[in-house]
């Protein structure tokens, strides 16, 4: 007889296993349930509302009326079947004839505009040493495999052997010779071992305040010769910014072995090779299949989007600002929207109560931590206007396909570098209103909660408070957390990379930041090993979470603390590909989804009292070592 799950042993299990084996994961995606359930329906209405717009005809603005237009020409399979790879060729042929350093130093301008791939990657940025103005930031380029541990790893040679079998079926609708297509693999594999070894791994990215490494651009420019860095970005900015923020130092001081003489023709064939498998989607169904397959394998789906979904994804994707607003508009109750940010006020005084009766902070660290609180901006649902950029998209329906999305990219990137100069506007939304999905921004200080979010489980007004504050309650309070997480905890009110604590606060956080590491250091899940020093910022997010909403359950005459774990343990339901699980594991600073339902929980007096649960249950963790932050 199948043994019957206690939630004394396993909470996530024994709330979802019911609705985990009902799950069945779409042919195209590599997850069921929880966010990508919401998203499935959110992505359902909007198809609808994509489909009935290009009927009627009837637009409520102009950016919509543009992401329809492209959503029709995405749709049209016949079309881009019969154009196949003609529409890329120009490109192709542009970087195949960029025949030697002084011929790429030449026309570097043009790869950077129409975005050909340069053995490194610069744009604009927010300051982090001064949050109101923008740098320029330098970073390397991406690897094949999604992260630079898997190349030590020993399916590294099956994965890149896939990945050349997929790469040498798309190469074979160019007009290469069989023998360069052969030689343009080798090489892309060549130069992409030797970017392997100078670029920062997920773990060391998930550090994200060592991003901030000034450096004068007169000794980038020098580090990465034999590239007319200086030059190009005279070009393009009419001048030469002083300083360069570099994102991996690492990187740039190895650059010299990676970009030589030597290795250019290693380079030009990288470069090839990856714009086709990276804009390949934009063109015939075949090669659309081709160019997503690796992905596809990596994470165990079993096919590509239908066309009409991947029209509706890509149009979603490149007017996300205006889909969103036109969501939140008619999808997004005021009633709704009213209760929950009265629900993050109500977080945020109790985080300011937390923090003033916290015994290990000092209060000079009490009165800043509270200042940043104080001054957190709420954006909730979607924003008010849409950000005047998408008004100069241009969507012409007599070109093709690829033609639009690459100006649309471009018209991005060209807004991005005009912003050099100009002040940070903090009132920009990270996220758009359809997404299913919450942030906080350090730079900006401030909490995004897109309309789509805020829906059962997260939220209902007709769930129970205690319900809600184990769902959406302990998101806000996660949000919040991470402005003072160990990446948060490093910037000050005003969104500035600034010390703000004393010596010793600092150190007593560093230690519980520890305890927390180790609290999750070495879980064996049947998909792989958990990296601890990955999650912590996630961890210490979710763990700030549910202290802040218990904290409020306490002065609550109702409180339902059954209601509160469960609703808390369901927002997590999952079924996902064993290929899936095992990619997070290495690449997602966030926890495994039965992790995220049943270590924070445990370091909760409230747990244990509700639940009667004792020192034999798989559940329980000593006193000593539960773990509370904030």
């Known amino acids: 007889m199948e043994e019957k799950i206690r939630i004394q042993d396993d909470l996530y299990h024994f709330v979802n296993q019911e609705k985990i084996d009902s799950l069945v994961i779409p042919e195209d995606m590599p997850v069921a349930g929880g966010f990508s359930e919401l998203h499935k329906n959110v992505e359902k209405i909007m198809m609808d509302e994509f489909k009935e717009l290009s009927k009627s005809k009837e637009y409520p603005d102009a950016n919509m009326e543009k992401a329809v237009t492209l959503y029709a020409l995405a749709k049209d399979v016949k079309r881009r079947n019969k154009n196949g790879i003609k529409p890329m060729l120009k490109d192709l042929r542009f970087i195949q004839s960029t025949d030697s350093i002084y011929s790429l130093n030449r026309r570097l301008k043009t790869f950077v505009l129409n975005r050909y791939p340069l053995p490194f990657h610069f744009d604009v940025d927010i300051d982090f040493k001064d949050s109101n103005k923008h740098c320029l930031l330098l970073v390397g380029p991406s690897t094949i495999l999604p992260d630079t541990t898997m190349y030590a790893s020993p399916q590294k040679d099956t994965l890149l052997s896939m990945w050349k079998t997929f790469a040498l079926q798309a190469l074979s609708f160019t007009d290469l010779s069989e023998e360069d297509k052969a030689l343009y693999l080798e090489d892309t594999l060549a130069f992409d071992a030797i970017i392997a070894t100078l670029v920062k791994s997920s773990e060391e990215w998930s550090e994200y305040t060592k991003i901030y490494n000034p450096f004068r651009t007169g000794r980038v420019n020098g580090l990465l010769k034999p590239i007319a860095f200086k030059s190009v970005l005279k070009k393009i900015f009419g001048f030469v910014p002083e300083t360069t923020i570099v994102g991996d130092p690492r990187f740039l001081k190895g650059f010299k072995t990676l970009f030589n003489e030597e290795n250019f023709p290693k380079y030009l064939h990288w470069a090839y090779v990856n714009f086709l498998l990276d804009n390949g989607n934009l063109l015939s169904e075949d090669l659309r299949a081709l160019t997503g397959a690796f992905r596809r394998a990596l994470t165990g789906v079993a096919k590509e989007a239908e066309p009409v979904k991947f029209a509706y994804q890509l149009a979603s994707a490149q007017f996300s600002e205006p ?308």
């Open 323 to 630: 889909v969103g607003v036109y969501y939140g508009l008619k999808y997004f109750g005021e009633e709704a929207k009213k209760d929950v940010v009265e629900m993050v006020r109500e977080i945020v005084d109790a985080y300011k109560e937390r923090i003033s009766s916290n015994d290990v902070l000092s209060p000079s660290t009490k009165e800043k931590a509270i200042l940043k609180l104080n001054v957190m901006k709420i954006k909730m649902g979607y924003p008010d206007a849409v950000d005047p950029l998408y008004d100069r998209f241009v969507v012409n329906s007599r070109d093709s396909l690829y033609k639009n999305v690459m100006g649309i990219r471009q018209a991005k990137l060209l807004d991005s570098f005009s912003k050099l100069n100009e002040p940070v506007d903090k009132n920009k939304w990270l996220m758009p209103g359809h997404m299913v999905n919450a942030c906080y921004d350090p730079s900006r200080n401030d909490i995004t909660f897109p309309a789509a979010i805020l829906q059962p489980p997260f939220y209902s007004i007709h769930q129970t408070r205690s319900e809600n504050l184990g769902g959406i309650g302990a998101v806000i309070g996660h949000e919040i957390s991470h402005a003072f997480d160990n990446n948060g905890a490093k910037c000050d009110e005003n969104g500035n990379l600034n010390n703000w604590w004393t010596k010793e606060d600092f150190r007593n956080f560093s230690k519980k930041t520890k305890a927390m590491i180790k609290q999750f250091d070495g879980i064996e899940l049947p998909w792989g090993k958990v990296n601890s020093s990955l999650i912590v910022s996630e961890n210490i997010a979710d763990n700030g979470g549910v202290a802040v909403t218990l904290h409020i359950m306490k002065k609550m005459k109702d409180a339902n603390y059954v209601e509160y774990f469960t609703n808390w343990a369901r927002i997590w339901c999952q079924k996902a590909t064993d290929q899936y699980r095992s990619l997070l594991l290495t690449v997602d600073v966030h926890g495994p989804t039965i992790l995220r339902a049943n270590m924070p929980p445990r370091n909760f007096e409230e747990w244990y009292t509700t639940f009667d649960v004792k020192k034999t249950d798989k559940m329980y963790i000593a006193p000593a070592k539960r773990v509370v932050i904030w």
